[in-house]
C-alpha cells in the first residue's frame, strides 16, 4: 500500500521561502505526482504536479514563485515556494496517481490521484 508522507511546513513571513518534501513509499517513481492545497474556507485545488518524464505544469498563481521536482532515487518529491504571500496560506498535500502509465491527466482533478498524504500546513504572515 502506496504512503506519502510531506514534511517542511511552517510560519515565514511574505516573500520568505519554504521547501516542502514528500516521501513516497509503496508508490512508483513512474507515477504523475503532484502537490494540492486547501486554504481556510476553501476548496482543495491543485497547485502543481509533474509526471513520469519530469514534465511540470502550475497554477497560474505560484507561475515563476513554485518549483516542482522529484528525486527518483531517493523516490522524493519536493515544492520549492518563494516569495510567499498571504494567499498561499494553506494545508499542503501531495498525492500520486497510478493512471495515465505515467502521464498526468490535463488539470488537477483529484479522482485521478488515488495516492495522499497527511497535509503540512504552511502559514504565511503579512
Same mark, same amino acid.
Given at each position: ?16 521561502? $519554504? ?6 513509499? !509503496?508508490?512508483?517513481?513512474? @507515477? ?6 486547501? *486554504?481556510? &474556507? ?36 519536493? $515544492? ?6 498571504? !494567499?498561499?496560506?494553506?494545508? @499542503? ?6 493512471? *495515465?502509465? &505515467? ?24
Amino acid at each position: 500500500q502506496g504512503q506519502l508522507v510531506e514534511s517542511g511546513g511552517g510560519s515565514v513571513q511574505a516573500g520568505g521561502s $519554504l521547501r516542502l518534501s514528500c516521501a513516497a513509499s !509503496g508508490v512508483a517513481n513512474r @507515477y504523475c505526482m503532484g502537490w494540492f492545497r486547501q *486554504g481556510p &474556507g476553501k476548496e482543495r485545488e491543485g497547485v502543481a504536479r509533474i509526471d513520469r518524464f519530469g514534465s511540470t505544469t502550475y497554477i497560474t498563481s505560484v507561475k515563476g514563485r513554485f518549483t516542482i521536482s522529484k528525486d527518483n532515487a531517493e523516490n522524493t518529491l519536493y $515544492l520549492q515556494m518563494n516569495d510567499l504571500n498571504v !494567499g498561499d496560506t494553506a494545508i @499542503y498535500f501531495c498525492a500520486a496517481s497510478s493512471a *495515465g502509465d &505515467g502521464y498526468c491527466y490535463s488539470g488537477f482533478d483529484q479522482k485521478h490521484y488515488d495516492f495522499w498524504g497527511q497535509g503540512t500546513q504552511v502559514t504565511v504572515s503579512s
